[in-house]
């Protein structure tokens, strides 16, 4: 029987918050590193986004700045790359590779990237599956005594919407892998980052950025198994 959290589901949830509190904490130290190494083109985060918007012939996005810090993102919705205070003005190496990073997701939206097509489509499913997966363990806690074919019930529920948010994060990693790929390729082709240092500053930055998203995939896909290993251990009951 399912009675909401139990130390299994808790402790799955502690250990990944740590791992993903260590690689943000690597990742934050990185960032500030390098963003003491100046790029030697001199130019702004905002300014190697436009370039790359150009060479890619993509004149429909617009390049815009938000609050926040590692807020940086791309949104296919509206068409913007987003860049956080630091990037959007930043003129160092880690301003460059992020302003790069988002304008390769815009690439991927104009060159209909079939990852980044399909993890659109998941976008709404996720959210309306956190939403009613979150309401449902709230509830199992106390509406599960006694109802056994309702927890039963409810346990699908929640395997189906955390099988969405697992389908996601992994549909993510492809997503996010070449986004990089695509803006250190343009970074050494269009000699932005133009001596080794740059290059190699340029890559660790963007690696230790994905890690955050296969520390998620890990955390999602741990959390999946867990749901259905209780679903088959209650029905040994």
């Not at 993510?172 to 001596?195: F, M």
């Not at 890990?218 to 679903?231: G, H, Q």
Request: charged residues 15%; aromatic residues 10%.
């Amino acid at each position: 029987m399912f009675y909401g959290f139990d130390p299994i589901l808790l402790a799955i949830t502690v250990v990944f918050m740590i791992i993903g509190m260590i690689v943000s904490s690597r990742l934050k130290s990185k960032f500030a590193k390098y963003q003491k190494t100046p790029l030697s083109i001199g130019m702004s985060g905002k300014e190697v986004a436009e370039k790359m918007l150009r060479d890619y012939q993509i004149q429909d996005v617009k390049v815009v700045s938000v609050q926040g810090q590692l807020t940086d993102h791309y949104n296919p919705a509206t068409k913007t790359v987003n860049l956080s205070h630091d990037v959007y003005n930043g003129r160092n190496i880690a301003a460059a590779a992020v302003a790069a990073h988002e304008c390769g997701h815009a690439v991927q939206h104009a060159t209909a990237y079939s990852w980044l097509q399909m993890r659109s489509t998941l976008v709404p499913i996720v959210n309306i599956g956190s939403t009613l997966m979150n309401f449902i363990l709230m509830g199992m806690a106390f509406l599960a005594y006694g109802a056994p074919h309702f927890g039963n019930t409810a346990l699908i529920i929640v395997i189906i919407c955390q099988g969405a948010i697992t389908l996601f994060s992994l549909v993510t990693l492809p997503v996010e892998v070449d986004a990089s790929q695509r803006a250190l390729k343009w970074l050494d082709g269009a000699y932005i980052a133009r001596n080794e240092q740059e290059n190699r500053e340029a890559k660790d930055a963007l690696t230790w950025a994905g890690l955050t998203y296969f520390v998620a995939a890990l955390a999602s896909i741990a959390t999946l198994l867990y749901f259905i290993m209780r679903f088959v251990g209650n029905n040994r009951d």
